[in-house]
């Protein structure tokens, strides 16, 4: 199993620009989620998702966009880039609602740098 | 190639005992160093920072450059603390960030 994929490793984008940021995982996951880390904040959730058409707001969902069309992939849209945006990304997945009984698993993150 | 290692999946501790999560990372320079934590059936959650040198709920964790290890302690465990605990160094550059694989503490009664 490749396990939590992420693409790509890194982007520079300039205000204004919009992109998607890959997430997938070979897993059977039902529960996908995204984080944002930033230096001196650790993680915060952007978005996350508990199955295939079910999609709903972490704590910082402002300017990104979710959807999950198959169990695998969770892609996280950035509609308009604004140099608040800057951060390293990850994406993770677990079995169920991660906790004691699931563990969670981190992809390898993607780094965005907004101009 | 850069790691962090969290050599226990699993620890059992009964109430009352002392904590000790172990964390050891292969970064070069000063990374900044995070635990997490993740209780049953709640989002992951930070649980300190190394700079910030805070306790949170009972917890601390010492950055040892000579070891280069960043365990989590806890004097007196509580069963409120089973929960999965991910150590995250954060490193400069264009390193990638690895998460330790996660240590899954039980509090048994």
């Known amino acids: 199993n490749a396990g939590v994929t992420q693409t790509p490793k890194f982007q520079v984008l300039k205000t204004g620009q919009s992109m998607t940021l890959q997430c997938a995982q070979d897993m059977n996951h039902e529960y996908m989620s995204w984080y944002r880390q930033d230096p001196g904040m650790g993680l915060r959730l952007i978005h996350y998702?508990?199955?295939?058409?079910?999609?709903d707001q972490g704590e910082v969902p402002n300017g990104y966009n979710v959807s999950r069309s198959t169990t695998e992939d969770f892609p996280l849209r950035l509609l308009s880039a604004a140099p608040s945006q800057t951060s390293v990304y990850f994406c993770?997945?677990?079995?169920?609602?991660?906790?004691?009984?699931?563990?969670?698993?981190f992809g390898p993150g993607t780094r965005l740098l907004v101009l | 190639a850069q790691r962090v290692t969290q050599p226990e999946k699993l620890l059992s501790v009964f109430k009352g005992a002392p904590v000790e999560l172990k964390c050891n990372y292969s970064y070069s320079g000063s990374p900044e160093l995070f635990w997490y934590v993740q209780y049953s059936r709640q989002r992951l959650q930070l649980l300190l920072r190394?700079?910030s040198r805070e306790s949170i709920k009972g917890f601390t964790a010492d950055l040892n450059k000579g070891e280069t290890s960043f365990h989590l302690k806890k004097p007196f465990a509580q069963e409120e603390d089973s929960a999965m605990y991910y150590c995250?160094?954060?490193?400069?550059?264009?390193?990638?960030?690895?998460f330790g694989t996660g240590t899954r503490l039980t509090i048994i009664p």
């Open positions: 190394h700079i």
């Open positions: 993770a997945s677990s079995r169920g609602l991660a906790g004691v009984e699931e563990t969670q698993y």
């Open positions: 998702s508990v199955g295939a058409g079910i999609t």
């Open positions: 995250a160094p954060l490193p400069f550059g264009n390193e990638k960030l690895t």
